[in-house]
């Protein structure tokens, strides 16, 4: 809140576009368009404004006495809803000699335009008037300006020694920018990086961005920047833990570590006959599969939240899940057609760095490796508005041998063949060939061998409900009549 001293200076200042005096205590549509006029500072200049009661025009006090009704008033004038969005204010009494004065400093906003009862109000030099059409939409794009995504926001607790500078000077910026370009730059290094997003200029402070790929430690930061690893024994969270693993640490190291381990501690391989002499080499899942979809979650996921990215790994699939849901332009009836980037400098800097390419097909490419592999198509749960959840199971060992299978099938009985084919489908499958007659959640449940219905539901029904199933009563989801069909 402004000082004393400071207010008998805005008495005499001639700033008069921030600050309005009046000796009016009772004029509150007044009151109200001054506070809306300095909320939207049409200036741009960034700095408060001032509404004075108890002086004239020329500075002078008129001896007024500010009492604890007035106050509440002129605070109240913050949150009555006649002004959107909501003005940060505050309000105080300042005590002078020739009298009392009420002061309500007025800071800029971040969303203009800011409107009373409707109208956007602004002060043009010592005037205030209603906005044109022509003013308003420039108020409206310096609000655009303000709404930058969270990437690109400062990490005002950060400093610059929380970067790793050699490693962005050395090996970051000569694949940015070519070697003419970095050669004749002679700017300091706050100045290279505010150029490519890494740095907050006005704030002294690295960006998050700057934080997620390059910072020595980004959890201190961000408490849930990590991947969490867990492989359970069993096919639900219900077994027991196996092995855990967390991955943390800025992005440049922290993915190629992650891309090793699925290598080498998730991704399996067996030779597989392929014909009476010849084998070929099958793996449980694609390795690229599994990484487009980890540099995915990494790209996509919602940075403020405390989740981490979650890779769990069951007997026979892999469950990814990050944190925020489909973002911008992305739906669930576009996806995966159209795409957004929550983080588009973590994006681009991802590209830069060539885990990503950003040419939106890399859902299109998971599924076509899956495929070659033998695998399910994967399944992604795109209705949920807080997470986004990707399950990919692992091939099965009749899939892989189809084509043994046939080449030996005149020793194979028919029973037997049958008995096979009905072991290697997956649930998902299960779920659509039993519901082409519609049935209940207990009968599909014990149907597929599962005994918790709500989790069964939460972890295969949802995910197909709109593309392969649909409910029999859609109005009334809990119905304890309601039965699944397949479409």
């Keep these: 809140m402004i000082t004393k001293e400071e207010v008998s200076e805005l008495l005499r200042s001639t700033e008069t576009y921030r600050v309005e005096r009046t000796v009016s205590t009772g004029n509150m549509d007044k009151f109200c368009e001054a506070i809306c006029a300095f909320a939207n500072d049409m200036p741009n200049s960034r700095k408060n404004g001032y509404l004075i009661i108890g002086a004239n025009d020329d500075g002078k006090l ?28 505050s309000v105080d ?9 009420l002061v309500a400093e007025v800071r800029p ?4 335009p800011v409107r009373y009862r409707g109208r956007a109000f602004i002060r043009i030099g010592p005037r205030r008037d209603i906005a044109t059409e022509a003013e308003e939409r420039i108020l409206a794009e310096r609000r655009c300006s303000f709404m930058a995504t969270f990437d690109a926001t400062p990490c005002l607790n ?14 970051y910026l000569p694949t940015f920018l070519d070697d003419e370009t970095l050669t004749n730059d002679k700017r300091d290094i706050k100045e290279q990086l505010a150029s490519i997003h890494l740095y907050d200029r006005e704030n002294d402070c690295p960006t998050y961005a700057g934080i997620i790929l390059f910072g020595k430690n980004p959890k201190y930061f961000l408490l849930g920047d990590y991947v969490q690893f867990v492989r359970f024994a069993g096919k639900d969270k219900g077994g027991d833990i196996l092995n855990e693993r967390q991955f943390a640490g800025p992005l440049y190291k922290m993915l190629p570590i992650l891309e090793s381990f699925v290598r080498d501690g998730i991704i399996t391989q ?13 793996w449980n899942y694609p390795e690229g599969a599994i990484r ?6 990494c790209m996509h996921r919602d940075y403020q939240s405390n989740m981490p990215i979650r890779l769990y790994q069951f007997d026979d699939y892999i469950e990814i899940m990050n944190a925020g849901g489909l973002y911008g332009e992305a739906r669930p009836e576009n996806f995966p057609s159209v795409n957004d980037y929550r983080n588009p400098l973590v994006a681009e800097a991802m590209r830069v760095m060539k885990y ?5 097909r890399g859902v299109t490419r998971v599924q076509e490796m899956l495929k070659d592999n033998g695998n399910t198509p994967a399944v992604f749960d795109v209705n949920t508005i807080t997470a986004f959840r990707v399950t990919v199971n692992a091939t099965k060992k009749d899939d892989l041998s189809k084509g043994t299978s046939q080449g030996t099938s005149q020793g194979t009985s028919q029973g037997t063949s049958q008995g096979t084919s009905q072991e290697a489908k ?3 499958e299960k779920i659509i060939e039993f519901c082409k007659e519609p049935r209940s959640l207990a009968e599909i449940t014990a149907h597929c061998g599962f005994q918790d219905k709500r989790k069964f539901r939460e972890r295969y029904l949802n995910p197909l409900l709109g593309t392969c199933i649909q409910m029999t009563i859609p109005d009334k989801p809990t119905s304890r009549f309601q039965k699944y069909k397949t479409l």
Excluded at 63 to 68: C, E, H, Q, S, T
Excluded at 93 to 101: D, N
Excluded at 270 to 282: G, H, I, N, Q, Y
Excluded at 292 to 297: D, F, K, P
């Design 356 to 360: 990503v390419n950003k040419f939106n």
């Design 292 to 297: 487009e979809l980890m540099m995915n979650a």
């Design 62 to 89: 008129v001896g007024m006495k500010v009492d604890d009704a007035l106050l509440k008033k002129i605070s109240g004038i913050r949150s009555d809803g006649n002004i959107l969005p909501l003005p940060t204010m």
């Design 426 to 428: 997956t649930i998902e």
């Design 109 to 112: 906003s971040d969303l203009p």
């Design 158 to 171: 950060a400093k610059l020694e929380d970067l790793d500078v050699d490693y962005i000077k050395n090996s």
């Design 93 to 101: 009494r300042f005590v002078f000699p020739e009298g009392e004065l």
């Design 270 to 282: 067996r030779p597989v006959p392929e014909s009476l002499f010849r084998e070929k080499t099958v």
